[in-house]
């Protein structure tokens, strides 16, 4: 069974742009999340997304966003970028109702 | 304010001896707590977890025990292998939060042979 696909694996922006990263959770798995990790914070978490819904959200600006199609596959889009939000993006899925969650390897954001 | 410390950023452990990662937590209300580890340039992998009913839950050469009253849980692993080398996370929840995990900065663990 393929695992949590998240493309791109590197990204370079500039301040003020947006940006979307893309997340493919494991066959069957109807929950999505994200998280963010820094060196400073380590990993938070961003929202969850379960059949095409936010589920919850984590304490993260309104710049930061996502969403989740019928096929459980979830895009976050990220507006007006800061340096701040230089991260590691990963993304987890998890069968309905269980937090053992299978993460992605993430997306390296940078912005310059 | 942190809710989930690991206060240990890293632990060195020769090859065969046990392994204590520790993992605090201030959030009376977390009920469930989980153990993940991190390999370089991949996401992290679930480990172990424990729900707050009980005191010991053990897979293979990984335990997790859970004190609640010191709000204190840790993951011994035992035998250690140089495989083991790698970031543990110590991870809590509370059930209405679905998969919103609080997550420890987490601990170097490395293996020496």
Known sequence: ?112 | DQQVKQNSPSLSVQEGRISILNCDYTNSMFDYFLWYKKYPAEGPTFLISISSIKDKNEDGRFTVFLNKSAKHLSLHIVPSQPGDSAVYFCAASVNQAGTALIFGKGTTLSVSS
Request: hydrophobic residues 30%; charged residues 15%.
């Open chain 1, 1 to 112: 069974k393929a695992g949590v696909t998240q493309t791109p694996r590197y990204l370079i922006k500039t301040r003020g742009q947006q940006v979307t990263l893309s997340c493919s959770p494991i066959s069957g798995h109807r929950s999505v999340s994200w998280y963010q990790q820094t060196p400073g914070q380590g990993l938070q978490f961003l929202f969850e997304y379960f059949s095409e819904t936010q589920r919850n959200k984590g304490n993260f600006p309104g710049r930061f966003s996502g969403r989740q199609f019928s096929n459980s596959r979830s895009e976050m889009n990220v507006s007006t970028l800061e340096l701040g939000d230089s991260a590691l993006y990963l993304c987890a899925s998890s069968l309905e109702d269980s937090k053992k969650l299978f993460f992605g390897s993430g997306t390296q954001l940078s912005v310059l």
